[in-house]
């Protein structure tokens, strides 16, 4: 009878122990299981978030490249009449800021082309501002998931620290080094007719000229060269109103690689012991897992792919006011030119259309999606950059 007893409470205690070893179990199994999904989570949502903060700091970015490219496609060349230049590199000048309250008794010097150049450089501040920031989120997001005392261990590739060349390596995104001369013009009139020119005519050829003398330690060398300076009107050291070493932003050959990589580990603390640890000698695996994003334009790269000193043409309703201004401008000094002697008038009028054939047809030799920011703008703004995860692939892309 006792013997009976006592296997009985055997048996109790045994299938207590069974039960509580398989209640310990379950809850161990299902804290590991919502570990792993509160960090698969957690990494996800890293990734997605670094991901969507690229992307609109990339449509951003893009569409201050299309506001630069813009502001000098306004620009101009002036010859005679400004006529849009749709090139930087020959140079760029105001066209609508232009000073049109001067006479002809008093040429007036146009220095609005500061403006331009003013907002340019303010709108290239912006980009690398944008994308600097972007850097410092994601080491916010690294500071802030990143347990440093040993629970949990965060990495982001590619993390970089906050700075322009930094920022620009991991957008894939380099200046146009193809750079922008802005000209000083000299606005005046004849007959009523406004006129915008540079401020030396034969620059060229002075140049030249007064290069074989600039050596020349002589009275004879300076006399020469201030009988220059005054034949070129005095404005020989004005005729550049300064330069810009780069543009907009093209894409580099690092483009393509705009995926993020996350891996973010949790380690064994004493704190995230299974229960029964000593008894059953167990403990949680080091816990891993991974995640990657990407973003995505569907419509194209919205950045040009070569360096270019070709704008493009602005949108349609600057494009015809650029276009409406200049030829009046023409017609009026055609027109000032004719009442003067006729012969003078048609040859002013056949130089003035010739420029401006050749013009346009430089700009659309120049306007190429891949050479003109406004053209890869245009393109891809219906798409606009967007974010998703995708299959996280190691180094050799497994």
């Given amino acids: 009878m006792k013997n009976s007893k006592g296997q009985t409470l055997y048996y109790f205690l045994v299938f207590t122990m069974i039960l509580v070893i398989s209640w310990a179990m379950m809850l161990n199994i299902a804290k590991l299981i919502r570990d792993r999904m509160v960090m698969q989570n957690t990494a996800d949502n890293i990734a997605l978030s670094i991901a969507t903060h690229k992307a609109r700091t990339m449509n951003f970015v893009g569409g201050l490249n299309y506001l630069i490219g813009t502001i000098l496609s306004v620009g101009t060349k002036p010859d005679i009449v400004q006529f849009p230049s749709y090139n930087t590199q020959e140079g760029i000048a105001s066209y609508i800021l232009g000073d049109y309250k001067s006479s002809s008794a008093r040429r007036v010097l146009d220095k609005d082309v500061a403006k331009m150049k003013t907002v340019v450089k303010e709108l290239q501040g912006l980009q690398e501002y944008a994308m600097i920031s972007h850097l410092a989120y994601i ?57 915008a020119y540079n401020p030396i005519p034969g620059r060229e050829l002075i140049d030249v000229i007064k290069s074989k003398f600039s050596g020349i330690e002589s009275l004879v ?5 201030k009988a220059l300076e005054s034949l070129a009107g005095g404005f020989q050291t004005e005729e550049v109103h300064g330069t810009s070493d780069a543009s907009w932003y093209i894409a580099d050959k690092n483009f393509h690689k705009q995926k993020t990589k996350i891996i973010f580990r949790k380690k064994d603390k004493d704190s995230g012991k299974p229960l029964f640890t ?32 070709f704008t493009g043409f602005p949108p349609n309703d600057i494009d015809i006011l650029v276009k409406t201004v200049t ?11 004719s009442k003067i002697n006729w012969i003078v008038g048609a040859a002013v009028s056949a130089v003035l259309a010739s420029t401006y054939a050749s013009r346009m047809v430089v700009g659309n030799l120049g306007e190429s999606v891949d050479k003109s920011p406004i053209r890869a703008y245009e393109q891809a703004k219906d798409g606009g950059w967007g974010a998703h995860l995708v299959p996280f692939r190691s180094s050799n892309e497994n």
């Fill in 327 to 337: 030829l009046l401008q023409s017609a009026r000094v055609t027109a000032a030119f």
């Fill in 139 to 195: 080491n916010l997001l690294y500071a802030q998931y990143n347990d440093f005392s040993g629970k949990y261990n965060l990495r982001i590739i590619p993390i970089e620290a906050a700075g322009k060349e930094n920022a620009e390596k991991y957008f894939g995104l380099k200046r146009n080094k193809i750079g922008i001369k802005y000209l000083k013009t000299i606005n005046s009139e004849i007959q009523k007719a406004h006129l």
């Fill in 278 to 309: 000593k008894l059953l000698n167990i403990n949680y695996p080091v816990m891993t897992v991974y995640s990657a994003s990407a973003i995505y334009n569907t419509k194209g790269m919205m950045f040009p792919k070569q360096e270019s000193p």
């Fill in 221 to 225: 060398a300076k006399e020469i060269v």
